[in-house]
C-alpha cells in the first residue's frame, strides 16, 4: 500500500496562488495514477484533477480548468497541483488519492485505493 503525504495548503487572498504537494512512499509511485480531491465545510469530496502514472495524461474538473496544473515528479515520487487565480469558493481540505493502475485517469472517489490526510486551503475574498 502507497502512503501519502500531502502539504503547501495555507491561508491566500483571492487571485493568489499556491502550490500543493503530495509525496508518496511504500510503493513505486509511477505505477499509481494520482487524482486530487477538495472538500469544503459541509459538503462531499469532490474531483479536482488527475493524473496517469507516466504523467502523460490529466483531467481537470470544469471550472478549475485553466487556473489549476497537475504534475508529477516520478523521480522524487511527487505529484503537485499548482493553483492560480485562486477564488474563495477554492476554499476548502485538499486530499490527494492514489489508485493502482499505471495508464489510467478517474474522477471516481470509489476508485481510489489510498488517501493522504489532507491539508487546508483557504482563500480570502
Known amino acids: 500500500q502507497v502512503q501519502l503525504v500531502e502539504s503547501g495548503g495555507g491561508l491566500v487572498q483571492a487571485g493568489g496562488s499556491l502550490r500543493l504537494s503530495c509525496a508518496a512512499s511504500g510503493r513505486t509511485a509511477s505505477n499509481y495514477a494520482m487524482g486530487w480531491f477538495r472538500q469544503a465545510p459541509g459538503k462531499d469530496r469532490d474531483f479536482v484533477a488527475a493524473?496517469?502514472?507516466?504523467?502523460?495524461?490529466?483531467d481537470y474538473t470544469d471550472d478549475v480548468k485553466g487556473r489549476f496544473t497537475i504534475s508529477r515528479d516520478n523521480v522524487k515520487n511527487t505529484v503537485y497541483l499548482q493553483m492560480n487565480s485562486l477564488k474563495p469558493e477554492d476554499t476548502g481540505v485538499y486530499y490527494c488519492g492514489a489508485v493502482a493502475r499505471k495508464y489510467y485517469t478517474t474522477r471516481s472517489y470509489a476508485e481510489y485505493d489510498a488517501w493522504g490526510q489532507g491539508t487546508r486551503v483557504t482563500v480570502s475574498s
Open positions: 493524473i496517469s502514472g507516466p504523467g502523460r495524461s490529466t
